[in-house]
């Protein structure tokens, strides 16, 4: 992908932004081709990126005892990074490829220090934080007020290719149940 095709994916995905402004973010991006189990963000280290998945998905995990805790997935079209990341602390839980994926690599640090000189930076940075909160937001309700049952059935009200595209072991994980207990939520559908 050359700068004028990243250039127009990013205007895709960030259409608000001013022209001046994209060229910028642009001169700090770069395209990525990668396999599936590719780990983009590694737990315990610093990592100064974040990216934008083009085609593919991805999963965040934490390591409990050595056992995989899933906390989210992301498809095409969504932006993937730590909290910890953006922030220049070391990445807390890991980033993992699920399949051979596409991306635009942005470099959050390059980003962050121009939040600082440019307003439409700093508003395109804000919205994704507030979309971030909102996120969180919603997986902390779920987490304290749906039983397993609900929780399954909002992830696939919310993305429904999702049985196809993720592995039932990491749909259980992310659902806080083991995969027997997930095959008999499915049994009720």
């Known amino acids: 992908m050359n700068n004028s095709e990243l250039e127009e994916t990013l205007k895709f995905y960030f259409p608000n932004i001013k022209e001046e402004s994209l060229n910028t973010i642009v001169k700090h991006s770069s395209y ?36 995989e805790v899933c906390v989210w997935f992301s498809l095409e079209n969504e932006i993937i990074g730590t909290t910890s990341t953006i922030q220049g602390n070391a990445s807390k839980e890991t980033i993992e490829l699920l399949e051979d994926s596409e991306l635009i690599k942005l470099n959050i640090e390059k980003i962050n220090k ?36 609900e929780r399954y059935e909002a992830l696939i009200k919310d993305t429904p290719e999702i049985l196809q595209r993720v592995s039932l072991t990491d749909i259980a994980s992310f659902l806080g149940v083991s995969r027997e207990t997930l095959s008999r939520i499915r049994a009720k559908k």
């Open 114 to 149: 121009l939040t600082q000189t440019d307003f439409s930076i700093s508003n395109l940075l804000n919205n994704l934080w507030e979309k971030h909160a909102i996120f969180l937001e919603e997986r902390l309700y779920q987490l304290q007020f749906m039983n397993s049952y």
């Open 32 to 67: 990525l081709k990668s396999t599936k189990g590719t780990t983009l963000i590694p737990e315990g280290k610093r990592h100064h990126y974040i990216y934008l998945i083009v085609k593919g998905s991805v999963k965040s995990y934490y390591l409990k005892k050595s056992k």
